[in-house]
DNA sequence: TACCATTTTGTAATCTTTACAAATTTGTTT
DNA sequence: AAACAAATTTGTAAAGATTACAAAATGGTA
């Protein structure tokens, strides 16, 4: 039996990663939080359980999965950063109204056609749409 | 003969935008230089024709066109915004090298497969690639 | 001209992110 | 276990982008 925080220290060796405590705290926070959450969001959620934690190590470490392949930068939210733990290809929605970030599906031949061409060296692929949420929508009639 | 400012004002009109001098100006420039610029470049580059010109104004102005659906906001690149005045169906390559950004086609399913979901209200439709262009890699063999 | 509404401007404040050096932790060698 | 070097974390200060806001300028109208 494998604990859930031993696959997330497997999970970043396998990224080339080393696993310290706050790395592996906030990559299972990311992998157990699929919402997108911002430096802020997992500072203040980590940082009771976790005292000494630093929001720059937040930042340090979200930098550290992102070069290394282990987590996804949106920056749909112009106002703020997001981080995505989910590296599945999927396309996502930013409600204008409520600011939360939904996943949808994707189209793999999104990803695909792009890489056809030959001008660019692709290495990430981001779809998203922006619109009002069906919450939003019945609130304000938009 | 209708003069390029004049199509400028009689496209802000269009989109319900009072056509100031300043606002005509901004345009102009955003018409004439598709080359997605930032608040930065365009104050840089309008200063010296428009001396009064404040950077706040140009905030402001680019707001109010995002607002109006007179441009786009591009959030591609997580250092600043940048802004984009063709409204046309097109996708984005961020250069992670130069930080240049470039249009690349963008197939028309991709907005009509999204607008089938009635979970949410879609107003804007955004596709970009991450990678490096044909300069940065021969540099850095990427 | 006098008046009101809108736009522009400049400065100060806010917010996010980064730089950096000190402190801590980890791993290794003795 | 002690000593040491390398890597990581931390806190503070600085930088950079954006916004708030009030004063100044402009435009249109009675």
Redesign the pocket.
Known sequence: MVSRKENVEKYLVEHG??P????ISIMDYLRTHPTHP???TIYNDLSPR?P??????????L??FVEHGAALMLTID????HFDGDLSSHAHFFCLGCGQIYDIEMDASVRERASESDLFTITETHLYYKGYCRKCCEKSDK
């Not at 310290?20 to 790395?23: A, D, E, G, L, N």
């Open positions: 990663i080393k310290s405590f706050q790395r911002s430096v802020e976790i000494t934690l630093s929001k720059t190590t937040v930042y340090n470490t930098k550290l112009e106002k703020t950063t």
